[in-house]
């Protein structure tokens, strides 16, 4: 069983993979095209070119699971290759996005970050 917590991020690929790829192929596009941890516990997404394939890797501690979906009908959401950042998904959008859903405005009407920080300070009075 696959155990996300608030702390597992979902990092998606950018560029197209090979959905004939296993645990070491995958493995090896982590650590030089996303540039992560492989043992991290987050969760990697891969697509393949048509969009209609994907594969996830996990580290569970004990070892590595492969996820993998072909969609019957339609595509997963298209995904930005000129986007600068890295792409991490919450858990909300990664099972949106999992199931098909289009996460196309994500990155324009999604609110920014909230930091935290201190307390407003109340005057007495």
Known sequence: MIVLNRRTKVFLSKTPADMRASYDSLFTRVKEVIK???????????????????????????????ICKRLENGQFARVNPFYSGDIALTQAEFNLFFEGADLNKRFIESPPEVKKSSPPKVANG
């Open 36 to 66: 992560e941890d492989p043992f991290s516990g987050h969760l990697f997404v891969f697509l393949n070119k048509r969009r209609n394939c994907c594969k996830c890797l996990y580290y569970d501690g004990t070892g590595f699971v492969l």
